[in-house]
Structures are given as structure tokens and as C-alpha cells.
């Protein structure tokens, strides 16, 4: 890749302008398939810039709030035109600072045009409901508000599909968004507020702080002038926005860990499955909080599966996300590396067996990113610590299991919820899945990942607190409930008293 000459200097976007942050603090963007690719300085934003943010999306917000849904709508409309645009650009940028691959980044902006045109069109369907009233000549209906400001924590995975999926909903139902990217890929929301604002977005509508999540996030959840708090991330980090955000009453959408299971029948179509587990376990290098990290196999099938699983993940191609050979980029950082790390060697320790992978990528051309080979750990127990904590990283656990029961027994034992997965070609067991499976999301013939634009997307248990990112549910969430009853009879009517007077 050829170096930039000069190394660009980024900035927040706060009341309506591209602003230096007042900590005068920077950090470094750096590629993680090779760390001497320098992509640019970004701001480390405090306290201070979170509360310049949030006085101007209060402005913001007062104009915005005021704006016909439907026109709201034509600016998302019009932000979902310019991605497609620059579909590629946008890719290849987020390749470069995330490390995925080229067709991976490109299937994320496809989910952020996806979530701009369904928030467009849901902006003509803000649905509430007309009710009759219990009193002659009244009437009763509800309908839905904006709230406020939305302060939006996106993590580094999907660097414009999980930042859109929050904001274009939050914009459509008429709040301000300050938004705090994940540090470790600033340059993808960056150009996302670019293109926000090439839309015709008022410019105090959005605001971009970039920073660390320990400053700059905490301040924006700490803040009293925000009422919502939508955060993607750990379940660690999870627990404490949950504690301050119940004690100063806000509301709040959590989408935290998973560790997501595979369970593979002995009737199943064991090519789909083998195709299914490559990408559900090694896509996005195992970042994915849908990944497949557990894959349940019934014993029938287990030896020769995994035999031809090991060969096929042994043939994976680690290296840089922009050169098309590549399978399976870096993790995001020296940090994920060592913890995917750690993990192979607690399961070493607690008696599995590393099948495949377990190392570092090597060689030169490996040498200066964060390349971990994808892993397969056999001989996995239920209560292991690899089959029950989140990876986060190109490492798959495999347990075998002797009957459906025994695969839904293990599936719902962990602490996480988000996705499963079942391949079958028996429809009862697929149904019997579908109600047996404690998982917000459940795939059929298909790996855990893979979720949609229209559908609601999240997890029971600790992988959330109950609300949902994406499809219809959260339009509500960005919304306020309003009810009004409006009485033209002329005279004062006591519900529940005036027509059951005897
Ligand atoms: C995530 O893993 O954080 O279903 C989001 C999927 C993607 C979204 C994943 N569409 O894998």
C-alpha cells in the first residue's frame, strides 16, 4: 500500500464545524494488517467536547424535531444514494483501519444503505394507533415523539453497519445524535457524517466525538442533557453504563457478547455445514458477536466432520483485507491478539485439544499485523471456559453430543444469548429448534451470522437488556409514546365514572 505523504489530522464535528478537540490531544489510526501504515491522527476528545456536543445537538435538535418525518426521510434517502456511490471508497477505508476483508467491508456498507432506505421509508409509516374512546365524542390516539439527544457508543466490528443501524432510526424519529465511534476505526464514521452532511442534514443534527471510551464515552453517558444511551460492546462495559444510566433514569439499548453455537445433526447436508461453520467462525477474523464460536456435533458425524473442517480451515489465507487471495484478515489490535491467545492456552490447560491454528501468523508478510491462524479446539467440555466466555477472536470450540436434547441442553447453559444455528434436513427438529433455542436469533440450515437490515437484531440474556437494534422495534425505542384524547362533547365526561353511573 503506498504510504500517505503527510499524515492527515482529523477532527470532531461539534456545532456544526470540523473542530480541533480543546484536550488538544490525538491518537494514532493505525492499520492493523500492517502498523506501519499511518492512516491518520484523531482526536482523544474529553469532557468538555462531549458537553460542546450536546449544548449544539440541543439547537440541533430544536429544529430537527420540527421537521416533517417524511422529510427526515428524504435526507436519509438521499445519505443511503451517496454511500452507494461510494460503496467502494468507504470499503476499502474501512478495510484498511478494521482489517476485514474487501467483501466483508462491502456487505457492511450495504447494511448501512439497507438501514438509510428502510429508516427513510419508515419515516412515512411512524405508525400510532386511533382507538375508540369508552366516552361518546372523544376521541383517542397515540403517537410517537421525538425524545432528545441520542448518544450513540459504536464498537469496532462493523465500523458503518452498527453506527448506522443507531443513528439513521434515532435521526428518523427526530433526535440529535452525538455519536462516539469505536478509537480503534474513527475513519469510518467520519465519512459516514461526511456523507450525513452532503445529504443536507442540519449540521447541528449530528455530532462526531472521537475518543476513548473511558473519557469521551463515559462523559456522554454521564451527561444529564442525554436522555438515550445506545451502546454496542462488551457486557463488562455494559454493566457500567446499565448502573449509571438506571441511577440518572435514562433509557438504554445494550447489545453485548455472544458465544454462539453451531449444532450440526447427523442427517444433516455436511457440506452446507462445513461451508456454514468456515464463514460463521473465521468471517470478520471471529469479531462478530454472532459469531459461531461453539460448534455442537452430533457424535455419528463428528470424527469425519471435523477431519474435513481442520483441512479446510488449515487452507484459510491470512493476510491483508485489501489483497483479494486473503480469507481471513488481523484482529484489531495487540490486545485481542493476546487475548485469543490466553484463551487457546486456557483450553490447552483444561484439557481440549488445538487441532489446528493456536499460533501467531508468521512469516514476512504476516509480520507487522495482528494475525492469529483461525483455531479449532476439539475435545471441548460444556464446562470448559472456552465453551462458556467470549473470544472475540478466530477461534472455534467443538463439543461433540449424542442426541438434539443434549445440543440444546449445552446450547442454553451459557450466560449470552444472541444467535444459534441448526443444520437438519428434519423440519420438526428445525421448528423444535426455533421454540427450544434461548437465543434472540436462530438460523435454520444457515451459521449464526447473517443478520438483516429489516429484522430486529438482538439477544436474550446477558447479551442485552431486552430492546432490539434494527427492523421495526427500534423505532419505538428512539421514540416517546404520546397519547391524546380529545372530547368534543361539550361537557366535562369522568372515564370509568360518568358511563357507569347507575
Ligand atoms: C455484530 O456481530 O456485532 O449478522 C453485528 C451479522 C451482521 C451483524 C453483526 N449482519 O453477523
Known amino acids: 500500500m503506498p504510504k500517505a505523504k503527510r499524515t492527515p489530522t482529523?477532527?470532531?464535528?461539534?456545532?456544526?464545524?470540523?473542530?480541533?478537540p480543546t484536550t488538544r490531544r490525538y491518537v494514532e489510526n493505525r492499520n492493523p494488517a500492517d502498523t506501519n501504515d499511518l492512516i491518520g491522527r484523531f482526536p482523544d476528545s474529553g469532557p468538555r467536547d462531549?458537553?460542546?456536543?450536546?449544548?449544539?445537538?440541543?439547537?440541533g435538535f430544536e429544529r430537527w424535531s420540527r421537521t416533517p418525518a417524511p422529510e427526515r426521510g428524504d435526507v436519509l434517502r438521499i445519505v443511503g444514494d451517496i454511500m452507494s456511490q461510494r460503496k467502494e471508497e468507504i470499503a476499502r477505508a474501512m478495510t484498511r483501519e478494521m482489517g476485514k476483508v474487501l467483501t466483508e467491508t462491502r456487505g457492511d456498507v450495504q447494511e448501512g444503505i439497507d438501514t438509510a432506505y428502510?429508516?427513510?421509508?419508515?419515516?412515512?409509516?411512524?405508525?400510532?394507533?386511533?382507538?375508540?374512546?369508552?366516552?361518546?365524542?372523544?376521541?383517542?390516539?397515540?403517537?410517537?415523539?421525538?425524545?432528545?439527544?441520542a448518544g450513540l457508543?459504536?464498537?469496532?466490528?462493523?465500523?458503518?453497519?452498527?453506527?448506522t443501524w443507531k443513528m439513521f432510526p434515532a435521526l428518523a424519529c427526530g433526535n440529535a445524535v452525538v455519536i462516539k465511534p469505536a478509537h480503534d476505526v474513527p475513519h469510518s464514521v467520519h465519512l459516514l457524517v461526511e456523507a450525513l452532511l452532503e445529504a443536507g442534514l442540519p449540521p447541528e443534527v449530528i455530532q462526531l466525538v472521537h475518543g476513548s471510551g473511558s473519557a469521551a464515552g463515559r462523559a456522554l453517558v454521564e451527561h444529564p442533557g442525554v436522555p438515550v444511551i445506545s451502546f454496542t460492546g462488551s457486557t463488562a462495559t455494559g454493566s457500567v453504563i446499565g448502573e449509571t444510566c438506571g441511577r440518572m433514569h435514562k433509557r438504554l439499548s445494550l447489545e453485548m457478547g455472544g458465544k454462539n453455537a453451531m449444532i450440526v445433526m447427523d442427517d444433516a447436508d455436511l457440506d452446507l455445514a462445513l461451508e456454514g461453520v468456515l464463514w460463521g467462525a473465521f468471517g470478520t477474523t471471529g469479531q462478530r458477536c454472532t459469531a459461531t464460536s461453539r460448534l455442537l456435533l452430533h457424535r455419528k458425524i463428528h470424527d469425519r466432520f471435523l477431519a474435513r473442517l481442520v483441512d479446510?480451515?488449515?487452507?484459510?489465507r491470512l493476510g491483508n483485507g485489501l489483497d483479494e487471495r486473503t480469507d481471513v484478515g488481523p484482529l484489531i489490535h495487540e490486545a485481542a491478539r493476546d487475548k485469543t491467545d490466553q484463551y487457546v492456552s486456557i483450553a490447552r490447560d483444561q484439557g481440549a485439544e488445538v487441532v489446528c491454528g493456536g499460533r501467531k501468523g508468521s512469516g514476512a508478510r504476516l509480520a507487522d499485523g495482528w494475525f492469529y491462524r483461525p483455531t479449532i479446539v476439539?475435545?471441548?467440555?460444556?464446562?470448559?471456559?472456552?465453551?462458556?466466555?467470549?473470544?472475540?477472536?478466530?477461534?472455534?470450540?467443538?463439543?461433540k453430543i449424542g442426541n438434539y436434547e443434549e445440543a440444546v441442553r449445552i446450547n442454553n447453559?451459557?450466560?449470552?444469548?444472541?444467535?444459534?444455528?441448526?443444520?437438519?434436513?428434519?423440519?420438526?427438529?428445525?421448528?423444535?429448534?426455533?421454540?427450544?433455542l434461548a437465543n434472540?436469533?436462530?438460523?435454520?440450515?444457515?451459521?449464526t451470522i447473517g443478520a438483516e437490515a429489516h429484522l430486529p437484531f438482538g439477544g436474550v440474556k446477558q447479551t442485552g437488556n431486552g430492546h432490539r437494534e434494527g427492523g421495526w422495534e427500534v423505532y419505538h425505542f428512539y421514540s416517546e409514546t404520546k397519547v391524546a384524547y380529545v372530547d368534543f362533547s361539550g361537557t366535562l365526561q369522568r372515564a370509568q365514572i360518568d358511563n357507569y353511573d347507575e
Request: one cysteine or more; proline letters at 7%; aromatic letters at 12%.
Open 10 to 20: 482529523f477532527k470532531n464535528f461539534i456545532g456544526g464545524q470540523w473542530v480541533a
Open 378 to 399: 476439539a475435545g471441548v467440555r460444556p464446562h470448559h471456559r472456552i465453551a462458556l466466555e467470549e473470544v472475540f477472536g478466530p477461534v472455534l470450540s467443538v463439543i
Open 50 to 59: 462531549v458537553a460542546e456536543a450536546v449544548t449544539s445537538a440541543q439547537r
Open 312 to 316: 479446510a480451515a488449515q487452507k484459510l
Open 153 to 163: 457508543i459504536t464498537p469496532f466490528n462493523f465500523p458503518m453497519a452498527i453506527p
Open 440 to 447: 434472540g436469533i436462530t438460523y435454520i440450515n444457515a451459521p
Open 118 to 149: 428502510y429508516a427513510a421509508s419508515e419515516c412515512r409509516r411512524l405508525f400510532g394507533y386511533t382507538v375508540p374512546s369508552e366516552l361518546r365524542q372523544k376521541w383517542a390516539m397515540s403517537y410517537r415523539r421525538p425524545i432528545g439527544i
Open 413 to 436: 447453559r451459557v450466560d449470552f444469548g444472541l444467535s444459534s444455528s441448526l443444520y437438519t434436513r428434519r423440519v420438526d427438529l428445525a421448528f423444535r429448534a426455533m421454540e427450544d
